[in-house]
Nanobody, 119 residues
Framework: QVQLVESGGGLVQPGGSLRLSCAAS????????MGWFRQAPGKQRELVAA???????TYANSVKGRFTVSRDYARNTVNLQMNNLNPEDTAVYYC?????????????WGQGTQVTVSS
């Protein structure tokens, strides 16, 4: 069994910063890609940023230059530093990880953390 626990969401003013963290725990044999998705009201869930097991990063065009994703491979954590936030970044942010246990390879999701950008 694998669990992803997120932290760091909240309310911030436009132009502000937040840092999201996600820790994976449980019967982890190996972790592959880890990253962040978000879902705004009435919209589909979309990829925000991810980092592969080899360290390659991917960003949505809308966050390039403002967000930075990073991983601690030893601790199975992934972080998202969000700078210069704007109201369009308001959404529930979900941590995602592709993890192999001794039994299977599967995608896991966190419970979601709300990010609200408003003055």
């Amino acid at each position: 069994q694998v669990q992803l626990v997120e932290s760091g969401g909240g309310l911030v003013q436009p132009g502000g910063s937040l840092r999201l963290s996600c820790a994976a725990s449980g019967s982890i044999f190996s972790s592959y890609a880890m990253g962040w998705f978000r879902q705004a009201p009435g919209k589909q869930r979309e990829l925000v940023a991810a980092v592969t097991g080899g360290g390659t990063t991917t960003y949505a065009n809308s966050v390039k230059g403002r967000f930075t994703v990073s991983r601690d491979y030893a601790r199975n954590t992934v972080n998202l530093q969000m700078n210069n936030l704007n109201p369009e970044d308001t959404a529930v942010y979900y941590c995602n990880a592709r993890i192999a246990t001794m039994m299977e390879l599967d995608d896991y999701w966190g419970q979601g953390t709300q990010v609200t950008v408003s003055s």
